[in-house]
Protein backbone atom coordinates (compact mmCIF):
# COMPACT_ATOMS: atom_id res chain seq x y z
CA UNK A 1 0.00 0.00 0.00
CA UNK A 2 2.94 2.77 0.98
CA UNK A 3 4.10 2.39 -2.54
CA UNK A 4 1.05 3.55 -3.97
CA UNK A 5 0.92 6.86 -1.96
CA UNK A 6 3.00 9.02 -3.40
CA UNK A 7 5.99 10.99 -1.15
CA UNK A 8 3.97 13.80 -1.26
CA UNK A 9 0.54 12.42 -0.20
CA UNK A 10 -2.19 15.04 0.34
CA UNK A 11 -3.57 15.15 3.83
CA UNK A 12 -6.48 13.88 1.99
CA UNK A 13 -5.30 10.40 0.85
CA UNK A 14 -3.40 10.46 4.16
CA UNK A 15 -6.79 10.74 6.55
CA UNK A 16 -8.82 8.30 3.76
CA UNK A 17 -6.22 5.69 4.89
CA UNK A 18 -6.09 6.46 8.76
CA UNK A 19 -10.10 6.41 8.43
CA UNK A 20 -10.07 3.06 7.07
CA UNK A 21 -8.21 1.70 9.58
CA UNK A 22 -10.85 2.63 11.98
CA UNK A 23 -13.93 2.28 9.67
CA UNK A 24 -15.65 -0.58 11.66
CA UNK A 25 -15.83 1.96 15.22
CA UNK A 26 -13.57 -0.80 16.93
CA UNK A 27 -10.53 0.49 18.20
CA UNK A 28 -7.97 -1.58 19.48
CA UNK A 29 -4.34 -1.30 20.50
CA UNK A 30 -2.96 -2.75 17.38
CA UNK A 31 -4.87 -0.51 15.33
CA UNK A 32 -3.14 2.22 16.81
CA UNK A 33 0.53 0.81 16.18
CA UNK A 34 -0.90 0.48 12.46
CA UNK A 35 -1.71 4.07 12.45
CA UNK A 36 2.13 4.67 13.69
CA UNK A 37 3.58 2.22 11.35
CA UNK A 38 1.55 3.82 8.41
CA UNK A 39 3.34 7.07 9.14
CA UNK A 40 6.61 5.81 10.15
CA UNK A 41 6.50 4.38 6.30
CA UNK A 42 5.38 7.70 5.01
CA UNK A 43 8.29 9.56 6.83
CA UNK A 44 10.84 7.28 5.64
CA UNK A 45 9.53 7.32 2.18
CA UNK A 46 10.01 11.02 2.60
CA UNK A 47 13.47 10.52 3.87
CA UNK A 48 14.27 7.85 0.83
CA UNK A 49 12.96 10.12 -1.91
CA UNK A 50 13.92 13.55 -1.05
CA UNK A 51 11.25 15.49 0.56
CA UNK A 52 12.18 15.81 4.16
CA UNK A 53 10.21 19.16 4.19
CA UNK A 54 6.80 16.11 4.26
CA UNK A 55 7.88 14.70 7.55
CA UNK A 56 6.57 17.22 10.01
CA UNK A 57 3.73 17.51 7.92
CA UNK A 58 3.09 13.73 8.14
CA UNK A 59 3.46 14.52 12.02
CA UNK A 60 0.88 16.84 12.61
CA UNK A 61 -1.82 14.67 10.44
CA UNK A 62 -0.74 11.78 12.93
CA UNK A 63 -1.10 14.16 15.73
CA UNK A 64 -4.30 15.87 13.72
CA UNK A 65 -5.79 12.37 13.63
CA UNK A 66 -5.02 10.97 16.77
CA UNK A 67 -6.69 14.06 18.71
CA UNK A 68 -9.53 13.72 16.20
CA UNK A 69 -10.60 10.46 16.16
CA UNK A 70 -8.09 8.14 18.82
CA UNK A 71 -7.49 10.22 21.93
CA UNK A 72 -10.69 9.55 23.63
CA UNK A 73 -10.58 6.15 23.04
CA UNK A 74 -7.18 6.35 24.94
CA UNK A 75 -7.82 7.86 27.80
CA UNK A 76 -10.94 5.08 27.95
CA UNK A 77 -8.54 2.56 27.81
CA UNK A 78 -6.63 4.44 31.02
CA UNK A 79 -4.20 6.57 28.52
CA UNK A 80 -0.76 5.32 27.33
Keep these: ?3 QVQSNPPK ?4 RVATEMFADGNFNWGRVVALFYFAC ?3 LKALCTRVPQMIRTIIDWTIEYLREHVVQWIRD ?3 W
Design 1 to 3: MIE
Design 41 to 43: KLV
Design 12 to 15: EVFF
Design 77 to 79: QGG
